[in-house]
């Protein structure tokens, strides 16, 4: 059984940055680990995934050029990290990671409300805080 832990959320100023990180424990072969973000009184929404195999990233617009998302399999402890640079208030919420099956050898599913295959996410962290304000 999959377990993800996250850590590295925090309070920033706008502009700011902080790094993630989601602890894959019992890591499968290949997989997919996405981020999500959520807020009081809104759906949570998808940021970023990877496909720890290939390596292949994805991300939605509005972190593009700004969040990375990356996967370090080299050591006993699985990560994927998200770093986050030029914070913005808009990306406060409780940011989650989550794991599913790969849609293809190289593919995930997508973290996109609606998209293809978002319900696979369906093992999840117990969330991090990121606050930006000023």
Same mark, same amino acid.
């Given at each position: 059984?999959?377990?993800? #832990? +996250?850590? =590295?959320? &925090?309070? $920033?100023?706008? =502009? !700011? ?6 602890? #894959? ?9 996405? /981020?999500?973000?959520?807020?009081? &009184?809104? +759906?949570?929404?998808?940021?970023? *995934? @990877?496909?720890? !195999?290939?390596? %292949? ?5 509005? $972190?593009?050029?700004?969040?990375? @998302?990356?996967?370090?399999? %080299? ?17 406060? =919420? ?5 794991? %599913?099956?790969? *849609?293809?050898? /190289? ?9 293809? =295959?978002?319900?696979?996410?369906? @093992? /999840? ?10």
């Amino acid at each position: 059984q999959v377990s993800l #832990v +996250e850590s =590295g959320g &925090g309070s $920033v100023q706008p =502009g !700011g940055s902080l790094t993630l990180t989601c602890v #894959v424990r019992t890591y499968p072969v290949t997989t997919c680990v996405g /981020w999500f973000r959520q807020v009081p &009184g809104k +759906e949570r929404e998808g940021v970023a *995934s @990877i496909h720890t !195999g290939v390596g %292949a990233t994805y991300y939605v617009d509005k $972190v593009k050029g700004r969040f990375t @998302i990356a996967r370090d399999t %080299a050591k006993a402890e699985k990560t994927v990290t998200l770093r986050m640079n030029d914070l913005q208030p808009d990306d406060t =919420g409780v940011y989650y990671c989550a794991e %599913a099956g790969p *849609s293809s050898v /190289w593919a995930c599913p997508s973290v996109v409300v609606g998209g293809p =295959g978002r319900g696979d996410y369906n @093992i /999840w962290g117990q969330g991090t805080q990121v606050t930006v304000s000023s």
